[in-house]
């Protein structure tokens, strides 16, 4: 079975970065697909940031301020998270496996077999 770890979150100041990290656990699990969400209290799981055929996705309200990165040798994937706001604000989720094959998806929950339990994210202003 493939399993999700999160690890790096914490509280930052406004301004501030979090690198936060998703290990792929359950023997070298090769996804097409990878992401990283975010659901902040009352709101819906958002996509954040997804690597799909090697293609790079962003949210518009986080292009140019964090990168996704894989490093295949560690199974993990990373989110570089800079020039932090506090509506970034949330509990962060990494997900992979494709549930389908659309690249207009990869930024959407239903693209994705496998989840991580999260790791809270909070930014002071």
């Known amino acids: 079975a493939v399993e999700l770890v999160e690890s790096g979150g914490g509280s930052v100041q406004a301004g501030g970065s979090l690198r936060v990290s998703c290990a792929v656990l359950?023997?070298?699990?090769?996804?097409?697909?990878m992401g990283w969400f975010r659901q902040a209290p009352g709101k819906e799981r958002e996509g954040v940031a997804a690597?799909?055929?090697?293609?790079?996705y962003y949210a518009d309200s986080v292009k140019g301020r964090f990168t996704i990165s894989i490093d295949n040798a560690k199974n993990t994937m990373y989110l570089q998270m800079n020039s932090l706001k506090p509506e970034d604000t949330a509990v962060y989720y990494c997900?992979?496996?494709?549930?389908?094959?659309?690249?207009?998806?990869?930024?959407?929950?239903?693209?994705?077999?496998?989840w991580g339990q999260g790791t809270q994210v909070t930014v002071s202003s």
């Open positions: 359950g023997g070298s699990y090769r996804s097409s697909c």
């Open positions: 997900a992979a496996g494709c549930a389908q094959h659309h690249s207009s998806w990869a930024l959407l929950p239903r693209m994705y077999n496998y």
């Open positions: 690597i799909y055929i090697g293609n790079t």
